[in-house]
């Protein structure tokens, strides 16, 4: 069986909305215990069921492993995305901050990256920072005002 057929059965897994958290569970270990010991993306991908179930606390190991044994491309953004949102979940904001904001200055998953550093922002108390953050990755993506939205975003950060 290629990655290709094992990455599909997992997304088919992740698709499937009539699996509980503990479903979904069980369904991602034993397509992960089809690939090598400490394999990096069966570590993400179990990483991510928890996370989804609420079990950050098992999930930031989990991410941490998989990132440990070289996870990399899109996945290595994903993973670090996602342990960033869980360490902001377990109250670990100074790390979160730290994390999103290396992934939010370049690559594919930047605006993604963005969100959950405004978010995170949010949580650590600085609101103001956090719509700026979020206006500045929106602005782009705007049919029209691009440029205002982009001026006050500005306008907030420098007003703090």
């Known amino acids: 069986m290629t990655e290709a057929d094992w990455q599909n059965r997992v997304d088919a897994v ?4 009539a699996l ?5 569970i069980v369904r991602i270990d034993a397509l ?14 179990r990483a991510g069921a928890r996370d989804s179930a609420g079990r950050e606390g098992d999930a930031e190991v989990l991410y941490r492993r998989a990132l440990a044994r070289g996870l990399e491309g899109r996945r290595r953004s994903e993973a670090r995305i996602q342990l960033a949102s869980t ?13 999103l ?13 963005a969100a959950f550093y405004a978010l995170a922002l949010a949580s650590s108390g600085d609101p103001t920072s956090a719509a700026s953050i979020a206006l500045e990755t929106l602005a782009p993506h705007l ?5 205002s939205v982009a001026a006050y975003a500005r306008e907030l950060r420098t007003a703090r």
């Open 101 to 113: 904001d290396e992934e939010r200055r370049g690559g594919e998953l930047a605006d993604a990256a």
């Open 32 to 45: 992960a215990a089809e690939r090598p010991a400490e394999d990096a993306l069966a570590l993400f991908e």
């Open 14 to 17: 992740w698709g499937d909305d």
């Open 20 to 24: 509980s958290d503990e479903e979904r």
């Open 143 to 147: 049919p029209q005002y691009t440029r």
């Open 87 to 99: 360490l902001r979940n377990l109250g670990q904001i100074e790390e979160s901050l730290r994390i």
